[in-house]
């Protein structure tokens, strides 16, 4: 817990943290050794564990993303939240908070979300509100989505060490919403490598018709059994690492907290979803645009039609994108 005076203004290189860890909530400090920056719709980075608690294995280096709402640009940006963060910001929200007003505005949100929705002309403590909760929603969604994906664990996804809480509040309030000072993590496995979208730049062109089609199918194998639909499947999503033996590469998926469940849907309705969001699919077909675009080259990608059964249209069974996918080739 930190001093009023202390609040910290960013995350820097080389500066520590006090993190709680699991359930138990116990004490691990970690060192920054490298910021991904811009930060997204969270605050990514690279740690050196300086000191974790005895029940947890850990390497010495992890990478570790804080749900925290004063810097995920990203988020702010696109909830439109116009102020920067700043300590005072926090000091209206304590206040919101011991008024009861942020508690108040939780329940009716929770009971009523499409009557609450984000408005510009909310009070500054009340976005703050709205932003911790959706940070926190975003947490949970992340974490549950690494325990339904264990078996991927390690393979096609990184090895998910321990949740993490950095509690960055200025005093002690008891009673009062936790999460509005906390910033929710997970502590997950390093991939040390390049991002899909960057395969012109670090994987031999003989390479590449291989990484296109392998990326496909390892979204395939990771989210074609499971109910759940990525809604963020894009080449900077995917990690790629060289290994030394056979294959010579390996593939990770990252980034799950725009994800969704299967929620009470029929099969069609389901395959319909799947089939619209064509994860697999997509993947491919965005990695080859962006390689088209920078290289001038077009490489053989088999399209996976795995959903295509639901397709209510001979349009759709051809697969013709829509603009949404052409965009993300663009980044």
């Known amino acids: 817990m930190l001093a009023g005076s202390e609040i910290m203004s960013s995350y820097q290189n080389a500066e520590s943290l006090s993190l709680l860890a699991g359930p138990e909530r116990a004490p691990l400090k970690v060192k920054i050794r490298k910021l991904i920056i811009p930060f997204t719709l969270s605050c990514a980075m690279v740690v050196d564990i300086l000191d974790a608690p005895g029940n947890l294995s850990l390497p010495t280096t992890a990478f570790l993303k804080l749900y925290d709402r004063r810097f995920a640009t990203q988020r702010r940006q696109d909830q439109k939240v116009d102020d ?30 499409e009557n609450n929705e984000f408005d510009h002309d ?45 509690d960055f509040s200025t005093e002690k309030d008891a009673g009062r919403p936790p999460h509005l000072f906390y910033a929710y993590g997970i502590l997950i496995e390093f991939i040390d490598g390049f ?37 963020d499947i894009r080449p900077a999503n995917m990690m790629i690492c060289q290994t030394d033996g056979e294959p010579r590469y390996r593939l990770v998926l990252i980034d ?26 997509a993947m491919g077909y965005v990695i080859v645009l962006q390689l088209r675009n920078k290289t001038g080259v077009e490489v053989k990608y088999v399209w996976p039609r795995t959903w295509v059964d639901f397709a209510e249209t001979e349009e759709e069974t051809l697969h013709l994108m829509s603009k949404d996918t052409e965009k993300k080739a663009d980044s």
């Open 84 to 113: 920067p963060w700043t300590p005072n910001i926090d000091l209206e929200l304590l206040e919101y908070s011991r008024n009861g007003e942020a508690e108040k505005f939780l329940a009716d949100y929770e009971d009523d979300p």
């Open 122 to 166: 909310w009070p500054r403590a009340k976005k703050e509100t709205y932003l911790a909760d959706l940070m926190k929603e975003q947490f949970e969604t992340e974490t549950k989505v690494y325990d339904a994906l264990i078996k991927h664990q390690g393979t096609y996804i990184p090895k998910l060490f321990t949740t993490v809480i950095l």
């Open 195 to 231: 991002m899909a979208s960057q395969i012109n730049q670090f994987a031999k062109a003989k390479d590449w018709e291989f990484l296109v089609n392998e990326a496909s199918k390892v979204v395939g194998a990771v989210f074609n059994d499971v109910p759940i639909v990525n809604q």
């Open 256 to 281: 799950f907290g725009q994800c969704e469940f299967r929620d009470g849907e029929t099969d069609e309705e389901w395959g319909r979803i799947k089939h619209t969001q064509d994860e697999e699919g």
